[in-house]
């Protein structure tokens, strides 16, 4: 026989809400800013079984429970300017002053991108990435930590199309 639901009594626990999901995704930026911080020797420490499952996370963050909501496009302009230096570092061993400079430079635009659509009450949707990101151009990087910085903002790319982010 099957047996009536029970209803929900004040002694049990409480069934889960959707507000456990955002204080877990709010936590991968957290999660995310301080590993990278603590690395001693750039983002090369940066497993890739981590950063994969890392930016899986941020992805869906970055997709979801935003609004307005991060667009792909945003995220990408930083990736094409990665891209750019990257056809600058081609076929070099060391990473070049003048590439070093212009990922410096990056931190204000992610500022600057994050500022245009933060308001009083949220912080916009830039902010999760522009934390995330910034600690990662804050660190001293040599060639190997600028290809561990590509592949942070491809997967990042990747995971928040997959979770449903839009160009608009």
Do not use: C, W
Not at 94 to 106: A, I, M, N, T, Y
């Amino acid at each position: 026989m099957n047996q009536p639901s029970r209803p929900f009594k004040p002694n049990q626990a409480a069934p889960q809400s959707s507000t456990s999901t955002s204080t877990e995704d709010e936590d991968i930026v957290t999660l995310m800013t301080k590993k990278i911080s603590q690395f001693k020797n750039g983002l090369k420490e940066y497993k890739t079984r981590e950063l994969v499952e890392d930016t899986e996370k941020l992805g869906r963050k970055l997709a979801q429970e935003q609004d307005p909501k991060l667009k792909t496009t945003q995220i990408r302009k930083f990736l094409d300017a990665i891209n750019r230096l990257k056809v600058k570092t081609s076929g070099l061993t060391d990473l070049p002053e003048d590439v070093k400079s212009e990922l410096h430079l990056l931190r204000p635009k992610l500022a600057y991108a994050a500022a245009r659509q933060a308001t009083d009450r949220n912080p916009g949707p830039v902010e999760p990435l522009k934390k995330v990101l910034e600690a990662a151009l804050k660190k001293d990087m040599d060639m190997e930590d600028f290809f561990r910085l590509v592949q942070l903002i491809e997967a990042i790319i990747a995971y928040h199309k997959a979770a449903g982010g839009k160009d608009q």
